[in-house]
């Protein structure tokens, strides 16, 4: 029974640190924003090309207004609140 107790305490503690954790923002530079476009794929000799058409075009981002500093990442969708 105590043994059951303690494994109790032990679950709840750990649940209820994981969610007091530091709020995230955007402002620290993420992984994927220094990665860098690889070379083209060559085939080698006697087997045909790649076919362009095929290849995965990645464009280019739409300018958006820069966020505030200290604004948290959007995770979640924003809360819909009615005008009423």
């Given amino acids: 029974m105590r043994h059951a107790r303690f494994g109790l305490l032990l679950v709840v503690a750990a649940l209820t640190g ?3 954790g530091t709020s995230i923002t955007c ?3 993420q ?3 220094a990665s860098n476009a690889g070379e083209r794929i060559v085939a080698p000799e006697g087997l045909s ?3 362009s058409i095929k290849e995965l ?4 981002p739409s300018p958006q207004q820069p966020r505030p500093e200290g604004a948290p990442c959007l995770e979640r969708p924003p809360v819909y609140q009615s005008p009423n």
């Fill in 57 to 60: 075009k990645i464009p280019e």
């Fill in 18 to 20: 994981a969610c007091g």
């Fill in 27 to 29: 402002d620290e530079p």
């Fill in 49 to 51: 090309d790649l076919q």
């Fill in 31 to 33: 992984v994927y924003q």
